[in-house]
């Protein structure tokens, strides 16, 4: 199954003391890459947040996991100041106050709503019991976000698809053209071939004529290419058809069938082959646009 990197997620639960939000948002990353903003009073749940993320959400993208917690009663446990923190911030509040002449209306309310000043004192035993808590929330969030990711990861597919398609269009008809080109370069060669020996008076041995003119109509065949192409447009269904992370193996992938369709443009000398080259080279880059923001 195809899943989009970029997606986002959010869950709330309302509670009697106090309102959790988780919200998620990810884009494409080639590892997994984490970061928790969480109030100071829970950044104890900071390591489990990410393991769950990754076990739960994605194996490799760029997250942000936003946490909120607004507090309606005091059911924290015993709530402290953290002096030093509190000191440095009110420091912070006068310079600014002093050297941009702003208005000095520091006061308990105002200073009280950075929640960064409290300390909060719980029981051992309360953790286990709060990260259950967070856990419940954080799942819906994730639910959410895997939900977007599939829809998004859906459309990405869809699309793909079709260009795959187009690309195999555009090969079977350089295939088509390929078949007549050979042969017509090798009657042509022979042709010059003979003419030029005829004109010079030099006896024409046949044996080694066909085999000079089959070894250049075999430099331009690029029967072996479209072999490989067709043999990677089985893989991509495969790989598009696997329950595991795609990205990876689909970028691998488009990155083959390009080698193999610039091997096509630089040994077929005809003008057609040139110009559905140039169009299959412009699809596949698009599909590789779109495979970079695959899992």
């Given at each position: 199954?195809?899943?989009?990197?970029?997606?986002?997620?959010?869950?709330?639960?309302?509670?009697?003391?106090?309102?959790?939000?988780?919200?998620?948002?990810?884009?494409?990353?080639?590892?997994?890459?984490?970061?928790?903003?969480?109030?100071?009073?829970?950044?104890?749940?900071?390591?489990?947040?990410?393991?769950?993320?990754?076990?739960?959400?994605?194996?490799?993208?760029?997250?942000?996991?936003?946490?909120?917690?607004?507090?309606?009663?005091?059911?924290?446990?015993?709530?402290?100041?953290?002096t030093a923190y509190?000191?440095?911030?009110?420091?912070?509040?006068?310079?600014?106050?002093?050297?941009?002449?702003?208005?000095?209306?520091?006061?308990?309310?105002?200073?009280?709503?950075?929640?960064?000043?409290?300390?909060?004192?719980?029981?051992?035993?309360?953790?286990?019991?709060?990260?259950?808590?967070?856990?419940?929330?954080?799942?819906?969030?994730?639910?959410?976000?895997?939900?977007?990711?599939?829809?998004?990861?859906?459309?990405?597919?869809?699309?793909?698809?079709?260009?795959?398609?187009?690309?195999?269009?555009?090969?079977?008809?350089?295939?088509?053209?390929?078949?007549?080109?050979?042969?017509?370069?090798?009657?042509?060669?022979?042709?010059?071939?003979?003419?030029?020996?005829?004109?010079?008076?030099?006896?024409?041995?046949?044996?080694?004529?066909?085999?000079?003119?089959?070894?250049?109509?075999?430099?331009?065949?690029?029967?072996?290419?479209?072999?490989?192409?067709?043999?990677?447009?089985?893989?991509?269904?495969?790989?598009?058809?696997?329950?595991?992370?795609?990205?990876?193996?689909?970028?691998?992938?488009?990155?083959?069938?390009?080698?193999?369709?610039?091997?096509?443009?630089?040994?077929a000398n005809n003008?057609?082959?040139?110009?559905?080259?140039?169009?299959?080279?412009?699809?596949?880059?698009?599909?590789?646009?779109?495979?970079?923001?695959?899992?």
């Amino acid at each position: 199954m195809v899943k989009s990197m970029t997606a986002f997620g959010r869950a709330k639960l309302e509670g009697d003391t106090r309102d959790i939000t988780i919200e998620l948002k990810s884009v494409n990353s080639r590892f997994f890459d984490c970061n928790v903003k969480l109030p100071r009073a829970y950044i104890f749940l900071e390591e489990r947040i990410k393991e769950h993320v990754k076990r739960t959400a994605t194996s490799r993208a760029k997250v942000d996991v936003f946490v909120t917690v607004d507090n309606h009663t005091a059911g924290l446990g015993t709530v402290g100041l953290d002096t030093a923190y509190l000191e440095g911030y009110l420091a912070a509040l006068r310079r600014l106050s002093d050297e941009y002449g702003l208005k000095d209306d520091i006061s308990v309310m105002t200073v009280a709503r950075n929640q960064d000043i409290f300390t909060h004192e719980r029981e051992e035993e309360d953790l286990e019991s709060e990260w259950e808590i967070f856990r419940a929330v954080l799942d819906k969030a994730i639910a959410d976000y895997n939900d977007m990711r599939e829809a998004e990861g859906s459309k990405a597919e869809s699309d793909i698809k079709a260009k795959v398609e187009l690309v195999r269009a555009y090969s079977d008809e350089i295939e088509k053209i390929s078949l007549e080109d050979t042969v017509g370069y090798r009657d042509k060669l022979e042709a010059r071939i003979r003419q030029i020996l005829d004109s010079n008076d030099v006896a024409v041995d046949e044996n080694r004529l066909l085999t000079e003119c089959a070894i250049w109509a075999d430099k331009i065949a690029i029967d072996e290419e479209l072999v490989r192409l067709r043999s990677h447009f089985g893989a991509f269904y495969d790989i598009i058809a696997s329950p595991e992370p795609s990205g990876r193996k689909l970028d691998f992938l488009m990155q083959e069938m390009n080698r193999e369709t610039n091997t096509i443009g630089s040994k077929a000398n005809n003008a057609r082959i040139a110009r559905l080259v140039v169009n299959m080279k412009g699809e596949l880059e698009k599909i590789r646009e779109q495979v970079q923001n695959i899992e």
